[in-house]
Antibody
Framework: QVQLVQSGAEVKKPGASVRVSCKAS????????MHWLRQAPGQGPEWMGW????????NYAQKFQDRVTMTRDTSISTFYMDLSRLTSDDTALYFC???????????WGQGTLVTVSS | DIQMTQSPSSLSASVGDRVTISCRAS??????LNWYQQKPGEAPKLLIS???SLHSGVPSRFSGSGSGTDFTLTISGLQPEDFATYYC????????FGQGTRLEIK
């Protein structure tokens, strides 16, 4: 069965960077783009971007354009999301999610809590 | 980006009730509208895609309708496990979500 397993919670200081990983299994990695979203406390999910696992091409939300980098290592079926210059506004639950065309996010990771605090 | 507005923001209902949640897009999204259920500490779960297609394994008491800018999620015969927060999401362009509707037990 499809599984997306994310790395554990992180606590970072303002100005630092964070890396969240997402290990995929149960499907052919190269058939589906991987998306990253985040959810601040009490708010709806927010899309951050996607990565094409074949080419490594990315598409980032304008809001994160200069701070986010999405990569993948197909040899270990793992995706990465790096976010730099963290502020308290970046405190959120971060998710990887697999989308199938325009039909929504069918599979999600369990979420990784990133807390930014001095 | 397309703005998604849900109403109401919260709703109290009883087991067995029929409830409806509305979602409005700031521009025409045809039927590129998905609905999710989320419980505390969990990832969102896809319920309905493309406005009215029930996702695999989702009970038939959930249904979706609408097109263009106005959409509705209906739950007919609420069950205890349905008390959660519901989100709409448009997939016509850069994905955006509504702010959520919290469904609580009356």
């Amino acid at each position: 069965q499809v599984q997306l397993v994310q790395s554990g919670a992180e606590v970072k200081k303002p100005g630092a960077s964070v890396r969240v990983s997402c290990k995929a299994s149960g499907y052919t990695l190269t058939n589906y783009y991987m998306h990253w979203l985040r959810q601040a406390p009490g708010q709806g999910p927010e899309w951050m971007g996607w990565i094409n696992p074949n080419s490594g091409d990315t598409n980032y939300a304008q809001k994160f354009q200069d701070r986010v980098t999405m990569t993948r290592d197909t040899s270990i079926s793992t995706f990465y999301m790096d976010l730099s210059r963290l502020t308290s506004d970046d405190t959120a639950l971060y998710f990887c999610a697999r989308e199938t065309g325009h039909v929504g996010y069918e599979y999600w990771g369990q979420g990784t809590l990133v807390t930014v605090s001095s | 980006d397309i703005q998604m507005t849900q109403s109401p923001s919260s709703l109290s209902a009883s087991v067995g009730d029929r409830v409806t949640i509305s979602c409005r897009a700031s521009q025409n999204i045809n039927t590129y509208l998905n609905w999710y259920q989320q419980k505390p500490g969990e990832a969102p779960k896809l319920l309905i895609s493309a406005a009215f297609s029930l996702h695999s394994g989702v009970p038939s008491r959930f249904s979706g309708s609408g097109s263009g800018t106005d959409f509705t999620l209906t739950i007919s015969g609420l069950q205890p496990e349905d008390f959660a927060t519901y989100y709409c999401q448009q997939s016509d362009s850069t994905p955006t979500f509504g702010q959520g509707t919290r469904l609580e037990i009356k």
